[in-house]
């Protein structure tokens, strides 16, 4: 059986304020952070509140999400080297889309582009 990636272990909690700290480095705020996590996943604040709260693992964070964003498929790009469009594994896929909308947002991106 194939080895899961390390990654999917990982709280969300933990990578969260990470995201947090990199676009607000940026001067974004944790706000649109949320308003992009909650446009992929389809959690309410409060449910990605509870998400935190409660130490979810990233895969089971993206396994119950509500709804994942069909429009997620339209993000493309480079994210750690790899091509998010290329990657097979969907919750790999998944984590990476994340990573790359957090991306686009420190980058300066508008929302509206963002959010597809």
């Excluded at 119950?64 to 339209?74: E, I, M």
Aim: charged share 30%.
């Amino acid at each position: 059986m194939e080895q899961k990636h390390r990654i999917y272990g990982m709280s969300f909690a933990s990578v969260y304020p990470l995201y947090i700290a990199k676009a607000e480095r940026k001067g974004r705020a944790k706000a649109e952070v949320d308003e992009v996590i909650r446009w992929l996943t389809g959690y309410s604040q409060h449910e990605l509140e509870v998400v935190v709260e409660k130490q979810t693992d990233l895969e089971t964070f993206f396994a119950n999400a509500p709804s994942l964003n069909p429009a997620r498929s339209l993000i493309t790009g480079v994210v750690c080297g790899i091509r998010v469009e290329d990657i097979k594994e969907p919750t790999m896929q998944n984590i990476r889309y994340l990573d790359k909308l957090v991306d686009e947002l420190a980058h300066g991106k508008a929302m509206e582009k963002i959010l597809r």
